[in-house]
T-cell receptor, first 114, second 109 residues
Framework: DAGITQSPRHKVTETGTPVTLRCHQTENHRYMYWYRQDPGHGLRLIHYSYGVKDTDKGEVSDGYSVSRSKTEDFLLTLESATSSQTSVYFC?????????????FGSGTRLTVV | DQQVKQNSPSLSVQEGRISILNCDYTNSMFDYFLWYKKYPAEGPTFLISISSIKDKNEDGRFTVFLNKSAKHLSLHIVPSQPGDSAVYFCAASDDKIIFGKGTRLHILP
């Protein structure tokens, strides 16, 4: 769909290696979010950003860091990947940060840590 | 502790009939409730929302009902169509959005 792209779409990496996932938006939205989706857990918030260089932790932030140096890009880094971080990662954007109109999600990155 | 609960992992409904998906929550400070739909290999798509000051919101075939005293909301889809087969996530927000685990809806021909 238009406006938000995630890269890569699929990645296999080894335990202990650093991994960076990229979220790119063309909507000029202020708010960006990283979620992970796991069976039996639904979607859980990892980190979010409310502006360039402004980020905060979500409910499952341990082992992850983020950076936002430009409005359009929000990077998620796994400093040292572990098997428990095998998951599908979704980026989302929001113009206002208010939830009433929902967030727009990307198509996801499937990460496998072996 | 789960703040948004979807207790039915899956639901099967005949095409043309009503689908009812249920959701319970624990945090009385939530001010918006939302439903998202997700197809395989795609991101979730926003479906419908309701403010905590309302008890019903309707959009075409989709209606969300909110019962604040019971801390319960439901999504009604009438009539159900084959394209409605997907995973439905209930979500709630007081600041950021918190999602339930999802219910997989199967529409049977």
């Amino acid at each position: 769909d238009a406006g938000i792209t995630q890269s890569p779409r699929h990645k296999v990496t080894e335990t202990g290696t650093p991994v960076t996932l990229r979220c790119h938006q063309t909507e000029n939205h202020r708010y960006m979010y990283w979620y992970r989706q796991d069976p039996g857990h639904g979607l859980r918030l990892i980190h979010y950003s409310y502006g360039v260089k402004d980020t905060d932790k979500g409910e499952v932030s341990d082992g992850y860091s983020v950076s936002r140096s430009k409005t359009e890009d929000f990077l998620l880094t796994l400093e040292s990947a572990t098997s428990s971080q095998t998951s599908v990662y979704f980026c989302a954007i929001s113009e206002s940060g208010r939830p009433n109109y929902g967030y727009t999600f990307g198509s996801g990155t499937r990460l496998t840590v072996v | 502790d789960q703040q948004v609960k979807q207790n039915s992992p899956s639901l099967s409904v005949q095409e043309g009939r009503i689908s009812i998906l249920n959701c319970d929550y624990t945090n009385s400070m939530f001010d918006y409730f939302l439903w998202y739909k997700k197809y395989p290999a795609e991101g979730p798509t926003f479906l419908i929302s309701i403010s905590s000051i309302k008890d019903k919101n309707e959009d075409g075939r989709f209606t969300v009902f909110l019962n604040k005293s019971a801390k319960h909301l439901s999504l009604h889809i009438v009539p159900s169509q084959p394209g409605d087969s997907a995973v439905y996530f209930c979500a709630a927000s007081d600041d950021k959005i918190i999602f339930g685990k999802g219910t997989r809806l199967h529409i049977l021909p």
